[in-house]
């Protein structure tokens, strides 16, 4: 029963360029969240989705950042134009629609951007 | 809005106990988590607190005063491996809010 499916592990991109990270969430969870953490800070909420789905992306940037969660398939976290500052590790995390199960998280992405 | 406070760093010994403190502000309550997260990986589910109490689990206890905002976790018979970041998450509206995490260093 695999976990959340993050990927790419590691992904660099030269400024300007566009960044896509993909989630596969839990097996049986239709909730699906990301974040982002900087290095040594906490995990800041980015957007909430469901399938087809934005529940809540209040954490977004206004420019640049997209996220979808279609009917099949991974939700996606666009960055385009990606700058220095958006160097960091981003997690998908999924849950079950019951709030006391928890997150499960995925391996995270890094992004290094150049 | 949601506010929560955890200490920064924390240093014990391998075979002590440590509690991690959490103190919290939210417009609702539905309930607080811990999550551990060594360095490089995702966090990972501790425990679940709904109810004022004590919940226990093996080494790892997790406490809750819902009139006080305030939460603990405890750590007992330390290992170096509970190395690690330890996280006060509060959710609200389908989304957790995360404290900046206490780092826990164990040493021998």
């Known amino acids: 029963n695999a976990g959340v499916m993050q990927n790419p592990r590691h992904l660099v991109r030269r400024r300007g360029q566009e960044a896509r990270l993909r989630c596969s969430p839990m097996?049986?969870?239709?909730?699906v969240y990301w974040y982002r953490q900087l290095p040594e800070e906490g995990l800041k909420f980015m957007v909430y989705l469901q399938k087809e789905n934005i529940i809540d992306e209040s954490g977004m940037p206004k420019e640049r950042f997209s996220a979808e969660f279609p009917k099949e398939g991974p939700s996606i976290l666009r960055i385009q134009q990606v700058v220095r500052g958006d160097s960091a590790a981003y997690f998908c995390?999924?849950?079950?629609?019951?709030?006391?199960?928890?997150?499960?998280f995925g391996s995270g992405t890094r992004l290094t951007v150049v | 809005g949601q506010n929560i406070d955890q200490p920064t760093e924390m240093t014990a010994t391998e075979g002590a106990i440590v509690q991690i403190n959490c103190t919290y502000q939210t417009s609702g309550f539905n309930g607080l988590f811990w999550y551990q997260q060594h360095a490089g990986e995702a966090p990972t589910f501790l425990s679940y607190?709904?109810?004022?109490g004590l919940e226990e689990k093996g080494r790892f206890s997790s406490f809750l005063s819902r009139s006080k905002g305030y939460s603990y976790l405890l750590l007992k018979e330390l290992q170096m491996k509970d190395s690690a970041s330890y996280l006060c998450?509060?959710?609200?509206?389908?989304?957790?809010?995360f404290g900046d995490g206490t780092t826990l260093t164990v040493k021998p």
């Open positions: 097996k049986g969870h239709s909730h």
């Open positions: 998450a509060v959710p609200n509206a389908g989304k957790s809010t």
């Open positions: 607190n709904v109810l004022d």
């Open positions: 995390a999924s849950s079950p629609p019951t709030e006391s199960y928890g997150y499960t």
